[in-house]
Structures are given as structure tokens and as C-alpha cells.
């Protein structure tokens, strides 16, 4: 391999965590909706997810507010809207009429879980020990819903500066961890 010096503001595109996916809130009677990928599981039972939410987005504020939220992960098929729900603020706009996208009620939050996403996650925030030196929350997932029919449904991975990887090939090997 014959490796080169990489700009350390790049580094992050070559770890991308997981599926981007799109975060709700909900501030008074208003649900925002926003996209991330900065996200890290954190545990197993209860699930617990760690990510990182700028003070800058209007979602920082309402998710400091209410203490809940919903990640909803989106297929590829909704790259457009993941991205759209990126380049806004639900400041200025309501992201579900503008990208088309259909709020639900969960059963554990107020926050909205997002129809057209074949997977959401109610969750509680359980701790911001590192919410003011790095935007940092943790999640419990309190309530998980999934389409059961889509198993293999790519899902987007990010790369920075609009470039995406789809989920591919999925191969099986003997290892321990669950
Ligand atoms: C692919 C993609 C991934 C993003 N990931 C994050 C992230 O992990 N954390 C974050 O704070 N903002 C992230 N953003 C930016 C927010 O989605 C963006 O600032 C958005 O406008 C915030 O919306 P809001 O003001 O309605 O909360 C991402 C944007 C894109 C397009």
C-alpha cells in the first residue's frame, strides 16, 4: 500500500460509523427533522447510542429541551430527502412537507417517528456529561419498530461532501461477537 499524508479533515470519511440517519424531535407542537451520521452504539441491552449534535441545529435545542428523540434510518431510497433534511433547519422550514416525509406517533416519545424509514428507534437521552465541551449525547433506545419484510434494503453511508456508499454483498464468518 503505498499511502500518502491525508488531510486530517478528511479523516472521518474514511470511518463512517454506520447508516446516516434522520433524527426527530419535537420542540412545543413543533417536530423538526435532521440527518446525521455521527453516531456510535454503545451497548447492548439496553441499547444505548452515542452521538454527536451540533449546537448550531435547531434539532441541539429541542433534543436539550425535551430529553427524547427518534432515530429513524432511512433506505437509500431516500437519499434525496436525507440529504435535503441535511442542507436545512427546521428554523426556517417544516422538512416534513417540504421532503415529503410522513410523521407517526411512537408509543414511548413525543417525538415523531418518520413512516417512509423501515426502521425507528425511540430513545431517552441518559446522559450529557459531554454535551457542552463536544455535543455529545447518549441515547437509550426505550422502543424499536422495523419493517419486517425489508432485510436487505441498502442503506446510505457517508463519505463526505454528498458522496454515499451503498450496503453491498453481505458475507457470513465465525465471529464471536454478536
Ligand atoms: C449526510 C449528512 C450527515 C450529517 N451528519 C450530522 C451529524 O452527525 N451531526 C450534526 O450535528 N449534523 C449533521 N449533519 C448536518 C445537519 O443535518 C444540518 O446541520 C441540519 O441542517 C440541521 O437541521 P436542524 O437545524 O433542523 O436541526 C449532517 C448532514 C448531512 C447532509
Known sequence: MAKRNFPLSEVYTLLEPGPVVLLTTIRGDKPDVMTMSWLTM??????????????????????????????????????????????????????FSRFGLTPEAGKRVRAPLIKECFASLECQVVNTDLVAAYCFFVLEVCKAWRDAKLKNEPTLHHRGWGTFVLDGETITLPSKML
Open 42 to 95: 454503545m451497548e447492548f441491552t439496553p441499547p444505548q447510542i452515542g452521538c454527536v449534535i451540533s449546537n448550531r441545529n435547531y434539532s441541539f435545542k429541542a433534543l436539550q429541551e425535551t430529553g427524547e428523540c427518534v432515530i429513524n434510518i432511512p433506505t437509500a431510497e431516500l437519499a434525496q430527502a436525507v440529504v435535503g433534511c441535511g442542507n436545512t433547519s427546521g428554523r426556517h422550514i417544516d422538512k
